[in-house]
């Protein structure tokens, strides 16, 4: 059941994910691949995968610190694989940088230091998919949110 800390969390979620929503929809009039698109796609996986991550810590705070998957009914094994390879990229790619995503090496004998750069391209889920696995998380948060106004104006 949702109380007023976790509807203040649906709530601020809702933006999170409209706000990936738009940018994944201005990413589709772009190239894919293009550096446009790809900075858009990434701030919509960072959007997205937001309202997962701890935000408030302090027990007195007036959101509930994060959702967790179990708050949303109905995700499909497909778009579970789509959260995962969200949480994987932002956690390992985007908001964070490891080594397994920009490796780097030195070459003793040459003396050279080679690095690559970590691109989006290849690494995203479908992104139609994507869309449509956030327009379904929008949906439960407002209907999450209708819940919760019902059972506090009828109580």
């Known amino acids: 059941m949702t109380d007023e800390a976790k ?4 709530s601020i979620s809702l933006k999170d994910f409209e706000k990936a929503r738009m ?3 201005e990413a589709n009039k772009h190239e894919y691949g293009s550096v446009v698109h790809e900075a858009l796609v990434f ?8 309202p997962f991550t701890q935000n408030e810590k302090s027990r007195s705070a ?3 610190s994060q959702l967790l ?8 094994p497909e778009e579970l694989s789509i959260h995962h390879k969200c949480e994987e990229l932002r ?3 985007l908001a964070h940088s490891e080594f397994k995503y920009y490796p780097t090496r030195l ?9 690559t750069w970590f691109s989006l391209v290849g690494q995203v889920p479908d992104l139609g998919k994507l869309a449509a696995l ?22």
């Open 107 to 115: 070459n003793l004998d040459a003396g050279m230091i080679s690095s």
């Open 134 to 155: 956030i327009e379904n998380l929008i949906q439960q948060c407002r209907n999450k949110r209708a819940d919760y106004v019902w059972k506090v104006r009828s109580t």
């Open 23 to 25: 940018f994944l929809r």
């Open 7 to 10: 509807f203040n969390r649906f």
């Open 69 to 76: 998957r179990s708050d949303f009914e109905h995700l499909t």
């Open 43 to 50: 701030a919509a996986i960072i959007c997205y995968f937001r």
């Open 91 to 93: 956690n390992k790619a």
């Open 62 to 64: 007036s959101a509930a």
